[in-house]
């Protein structure tokens, strides 16, 4: 069975259709890499996933729990909503860590909020936080950050930056780890730090779906690729399949595009 399984998923806007009959399923450990002009509906995909967007139709299921389903009654508490998003780490395209805060403690911080809600927080409050803090600086040295934990944001370049919004993503332990174009705010020395990460991730088998233009890493490290143009999936396949023999004219000519830059 797949770990994630998406079913006829649309989003609209209005009169605006963003998404159209959207179908993919991803096995665990897989690498799902989404490509496609700016506009095609790749980041709008990936908010639905998590419900920072609510699908118009369709469904979304993670292993046997439902995230999204009309046919089924709507979850509409705080609380449940945000026990489906757990199931889904989201790495945003500018970071998004708070400025007030370390890196160590951007990392730690959500765990920290979930565990006060533990029936037994206030006896163990203090072992409790030790742990958080121990899985805290190993997800930093993980991405290579041992000598930056205590460092604020504006003290990091982007691409540090961007590996402690990995290592945040990461500390909450979700099923799938999502990126929105995590390098689209570096330039090309950045680039390649936080790719590094990223491959990483992939050799562990870490389960995740990517929004990216960068077209080789996609093609390097995805198990499966899907190509998007106004909203539906044009084509979808093995990258052998898609970056080395596409069958849609409009994947041809997107990659062509790529080729040319």
Known sequence: MALLEVKNLEKNFGETKVLRDINFTLEKGQTLAIIGS???GKTTLLRCLNLLETPDSGSIHVEDEVIFDPSLP???SAEAIRRKRLHFGLVFQNFNLFPQYTALQNVELA???????RPDFKQNKKAIYAEIRENAEKLLTQVGLQNRMDRYPHQLSGGQ???VAIARALALRPDILCF??????????L??????????LAEEKMTMVIVTHEMEFARAVA???LFMDEGIVAEA???EEVFGNPKNPRTKQFLDKYKEM
């Open 38 to 40: 700016s506009g095609s």
């Open 74 to 76: 709507a979850v509409t």
């Open 111 to 117: 765990r920290r909020l979930l565990a006060e809600e």
């Open 161 to 163: 930056q961007q590996r």
């Open 180 to 189: 929105d174009e995590p390098t689209s705010a570096l330039d090309p020395e």
């Open 191 to 200: 680039t390649g730090e936080v790719l590094k990460v990223i491959r990483g």
């Open 223 to 225: 198990d499966q690729v």
């Open 237 to 239: 396949g093995t990258p």
